[in-house]
């Protein structure tokens, strides 16, 4: 649908709101499975906390790229 097909039915809102729901599901799926397929966990995290985090940054930063390619931007 066109943006103002929406704007003019009424449904803008929901839509946007639907879009944001299913790009939030996707975002923290994909953060879980690429965190456990690379074998970052709470060990990690305690044993080394920088090394943690920046393994964590950059799989939020791929997952962030894959739900605009599939839903933000598709």
Known sequence: M???NLLT???????LADLN???EKLFFR??????KAEGINEQLKAADFMAW???IINIRNRAIET???EI???
Not at 9 to 15: H, V
Not at 30 to 35: D, E, F, P, T
Request: proline share 0%; hydrophobic share 35%; net charge positive.
């Open 2 to 4: 066109s943006y103002y």
């Open 9 to 15: 039915n009424g449904k803008l809102n929901d839509y």
């Open 21 to 23: 729901e299913q790009a």
């Open 30 to 35: 994909l953060v879980k499975q690429m965190a």
């Open 53 to 55: 985090i920046s393994k």
């Open 67 to 69: 739900v605009n390619s």
């Open 72 to 74: 933000i931007y598709a």
